[in-house]
């Protein structure tokens, strides 16, 4: 198993808790992203910077893992791809995608898009908090309890 992060919208307080999380399992975590992204200097963390364009991280991500990986986005449409490959997702709010919630997730994510480009403010998600950074951290280590092994 491994992490993938779809890191140009990841923030900065996520990926801190990926890298602590990466040198004490010793597990892969990569991160990609259209933008060079410094990352700590460790041969358990690593970066790819993919060419500018829609989707292009959200494609190599997909091409890339393999079923059981854990994939940390907030994309509704590559949650769905991750969940198809037999992968899991966890946004980083720390919550997970699933079979049972993405189609809904996926609705949602329309019929906001229809109301935006209708000229609703529709306001947008709440500030990233404590609370947020909490939530992933703890989702993060009960699923990393369950799945992770070390080689």
Not at 39 to 68: T, Y
């Amino acid at each position: 198993m491994q992490i993938w992060v779809d890191a140009d919208a990841c923030p900065a307080v996520i990926k801190d808790i990926l890298y602590r999380v990466a040198q004490r399992l010793e597990l892969q975590v990569t991160l990609v992203a259209n933008q060079l992204m410094r990352v700590p200097p460790s041969r358990f963390i690593r970066s790819v910077q993919v060419p500018q364009g829609a989707d292009v991280a959200d494609a190599e991500i997909v091409r890339l893992l393999v079923a059981g990986d854990l994939v940390v986005t907030g994309d509704i449409p590559l949650a769905a791809d991750v969940l198809a490959k037999g992968a899991f997702a966890l946004n980083p709010r720390g919550e997970f995608y699933t079979v049972d919630n993405i189609a809904q997730q996926l609705t949602m994510r329309k019929f906001m898009e229809e109301l935006r480009s209708g000229g609703v403010d529709t306001g947008g998600p709440a500030p990233f908090g404590q609370a947020d950074r909490q939530q992933f951290a703890n989702q993060l280590d009960r699923h990393l309890a369950r799945h992770a092994k070390r080689e």
